[in-house]
């Protein structure tokens, strides 16, 4: 990792190494956790950031030390000028990596590769046709099962992003595991979080302990193993034993990871966010249209930032729904 500078270190030791850029507000799935029934009010056209201006500011936050980049959304392959922002992004000495649905992936694969963009996030709920129509608004499960095999075959490492919602898609937890038998991907439960819209409360949340218990009971005679955890891990890793692939759980809500937390997240409309649960925002593209140092912004930006959850620090505070004014997830970059 390269020695990230002051401006992107916090008051308490943290180095910010991995930005989140979302590029679009947009999305041609209408997933109920990410996005409110009726819709979001997307930022006119004129403050989004240009594809040059994603480049620019990302060059900026690479020199401070960032050696790990994420490209989200909405879906971030929306984007007309996708193919020009990551060949751009793939001159920066940093590790590329994308989140995504998938439905659009056949499209750009060939970019991927010439950009040696390898790592890709694909969020899928369910491994269930009317499930997926009904969460995602949209037919497009077979299209999105397709392209991860594509993916699988191409030779992509690709993560599963589950988001588990008690009474929808708790009782596919082994379904999911079961998927990574024969195929090298792993599969990442999240806990169901708050934003904007969502409709979250609490008796939807299946929480770490209730998954590991599921998967420990189910498994118990075929065995299963810890993975050891990466540094400023966010899933905790697991796999069954002789499996090619593996799970992870993230756990957010119950068991969170702030401590080692290294991320930050730059919205399309160019605001930097320093927790994803922060409702405090950083305008930096104005700044950076006049010609003027956004430096400085972003270093107290990062000196605001709290140690836990922005400053959610226990779990009854967490699930208090007065305490998440917030953007809805589509608009924050997932």
Not at 26 to 36: E, H, I, V
Not at 62 to 85: A, H, M, W
Not at 233 to 241: D, L
Request: proline share 3%; net charge neutral.
């Amino acid at each position: 990792m390269k020695k990230v500078s002051a401006t992107l270190t916090d008051s308490f030791g943290r180095e910010h190494n991995y930005l989140r850029i979302s590029l679009t507000e947009k999305c041609n799935l209408r997933c109920t956790y990410c996005m409110p029934e009726n819709g979001v009010l997307l930022s006119p056209q004129s403050q989004l950031m240009t594809a040059n201006e994603v480049f620019h500011i990302a060059a900026l936050f690479v020199q401070n030390g960032v050696d790990k980049i994420r490209l989200t959304g909405g879906e971030p392959l929306l984007r007309k000028d996708f193919s020009e922002i990551l060949t751009s992004l793939s001159t920066l000495p940093v590790k590329l990596s994308i989140t995504t649905n998938a439905i659009l992936v056949d499209r750009y694969i060939e970019t991927f590769k010439s950009c040696g963009l390898k790592d890709i996030n694909v969020s899928l709920d369910t491994l269930n046709t009317t499930k997926f129509d009904a969460i995602t608004k949209r037919d497009q499960f077979s299209k999105a099962m397709s392209n991860i095999e594509l993916l699988i075959q191409e030779g992509f490492m690709v993560k599963l992003n589950v988001v588990l919602m008690k009474g929808f898609n708790d009782d596919e937890i082994i379904d999911f595991i079961n998927y990574t038998r024969d195929k090298p991907i792993n599969v990442r439960f999240i806990e169901f979080m708050p934003f904007d819209g969502n409709n979250w409360d609490k008796s939807k949340l299946v929480t770490f302990d209730e998954v590991l218990t599921a998967v420990n009971v189910h498994y118990a005679e075929v065995g299963v193993e810890s993975i050891p955890n990466e540094k400023n891990f966010t899933a905790r890793n697991y796999k069954i034993k002789n499996y090619k692939g593996s799970f992870g759980i993230i756990s957010t809500v119950t068991n969170p990871f702030c401590d080692a937390c290294n991320r930050i997240r730059l919205t399309a409309n160019g605001k930097l966010k320093n927790c994803l649960f922060s409702t405090g925002e950083t305008p930096l593209l104005e700044t950076f249209r006049d010609g003027k140092s956004i430096e400085g912004l972003i270093q107290h930006a990062l000196h605001q930032k709290k140690a836990v959850r922005a400053g959610m620090t226990e779990l009854e505070d967490f699930e208090n729904l007065e305490n998440h004014h917030n953007r809805s997830m589509i608009t924050i970059g997932g």
